[in-house]
């Protein structure tokens, strides 16, 4: 598995959030798709990006840290528009990720977060808990050919705090 460093720019993103339980999550990504796309194309944005889901309530090892998972399901959009109760729309900062590509069973695919954690500890980092994944191809693909790029967002270790 190959695995390398990023900085993300901040980038204007829509999307929908919610807590969710693991076998839910494959119906909740499509319908959220087709209702983000559609709240785009009304509000006059365009896309600029590949579609996402986020996990925000990861353990140290990147597991689920409870039954319910935090997700955030988003598109790159080129503007702003307005945001809803059902819909956020603003700008997501920029972060630091170690990232990989997972071709594969979407099923399959939680021994690419234990590598990508181990390489945030390598690279003296600590993983901030949160994951993007990016889906690289769609629903037509046969799932042993499914592409999605991992990425884990961490920060590095204060060196200050360790010299005193």
Known sequence: MQIEKITKPAQTIVS????????HIPNYIGTSFVDLLEYIQKNGAELVGT???SYLNL???GNAKDELLAVE??????????STEKFQSY????YQAVRTLYVGDYEELTDSYKELVDA???ENGIFTFRSYEYFLTDASVP???QE???ELTYRPKRKDLLTT
Not at 75 to 80: A, G, V
Not at 91 to 94: K, N, R, T
Request: overall charge negative; hydrophobic content about 40%; aromatic content about 6%.
């Open 16 to 23: 929908m959030s919610t807590h969710i339980s693991h076998e």
């Open 51 to 53: 579609p996402f889901i």
């Open 59 to 61: 353990d140290e090892t």
């Open 73 to 82: 399901i988003g598109f790159p959009i080129n503007q702003e528009i307005p």
């Open 91 to 94: 700008v997501l900062p920029g």
């Open 120 to 122: 945030i500890k390598q």
């Open 143 to 145: 799932l042993d050919d």
């Open 148 to 150: 999605t790029m991992i």
